[in-house]
T-cell receptor, first 113, second 115 residues
Framework: QKEVEQDPGPLSVPEGAIVSLNCTYSNSAFQYFMWYRQYSRKGPELLMYTYSSGNKEDGRFTAQVDKSSKYISLFIRDSQPSDSATYLCAMSARSGGSYIPTFGRGTSLIVHP | DVKVTQSSRYLVKRTGEKVFLECVQDMDHENMFWYRQDPGLGLRLIYFSYDVKMKEKGDIPEGYSVSREKKERFSLILESASTNQTSMYLC??????????????FGEGSWLTVV
């Protein structure tokens, strides 16, 4: 079992829909949780970062962490065609002074007009 | 903004060639990373470095080496390129945790084709 599981999709939704992207994990030591967005043939860019359980909102994006269930989510409201990309979750535990995140394999999202 | 620059975006090399992929970051980050990304396999860590001249193997170091002579620069070396090293290579950097380094920042990627 991989440490981080993420459905590869593709997930296809109409413009304006609410999108829910999810990851599950097995390592209870994970404390830091990130979401990256990656457009085709580009490097991943940091979208949101959260520490421990709870919600964090940034514009149309909400990141949610449920450590008791080892489950994280990214919600996108009023989705736009420009949101079409691959979304990678990442998480890490404190390990000395270094930070080595573990990534999910990414979910491909397609928002059609 | 953090900037991680990979000098070569697209390369085509022949089997057996020695290949250098260069990466520079401008945020004075201690940690630097090299990943490769393949369809269906996600991001796989090749090597990382937490200080100048220091390096640690990641999950798939075979066939690769790295060099970090200066803090801002981290090079990935394919000693003898093979076709199974055709991939997208991503460089990344971050600060140590005690400097608030909870996230890593990626470059745009280098697409390497070995023929």
């Amino acid at each position: 079992q991989k440490e981080v599981e993420q459905d590869p999709g593709p997930l296809s939704v109409p413009e304006g829909a609410i999108v829910s992207l999810n990851c599950t994990y097995s390592n209870s030591a994970f404390q830091y949780f990130m979401w990256y967005r990656q457009y085709s043939r580009k490097g991943p860019e940091l979208l949101m970062y959260t520490y421990s359980s709870g919600n964090k909102e940034d514009g149309r994006f909400t990141a949610q962490v449920d450590k008791s269930s080892k489950y994280i989510s990214l919600f996108i409201r009023d989705s736009q065609p420009s949101d079409s990309a691959t979304y990678l979750c990442a998480m890490s535990a404190r390990s000395g002074g270094s930070y080595i995140p573990t990534f999910g394999r990414g979910t491909s999202l397609i928002v059609h007009p | 903004d953090v900037k991680v620059t990979q000098s070569s975006r697209y390369l085509v090399k022949r089997t057996g060639e020695k290949v250098f992929l260069e990466c520079v970051q401008d945020m004075d980050h201690e940690n630097m990373f090299w990943y490769r990304q393949d369809p269906g396999l996600g991001l796989r860590l090749i090597y990382f470095s937490y200080d100048v001249k220091m390096k640690e193997k990641g999950d798939i170091p075979e066939g690769y080496s790295v060099s970090r002579e200066k803090k801002e620069r981290f090079s990935l070396i394919l000693e003898s390129a093979s076709t199974n090293q055709t991939s997208m290579y991503l460089c990344a950097s971050s600060s140590p945790l005690d400097r608030g380094g909870n996230t890593i920042y990626f470059g745009e990627g280098s697409w390497l084709t070995v023929v």
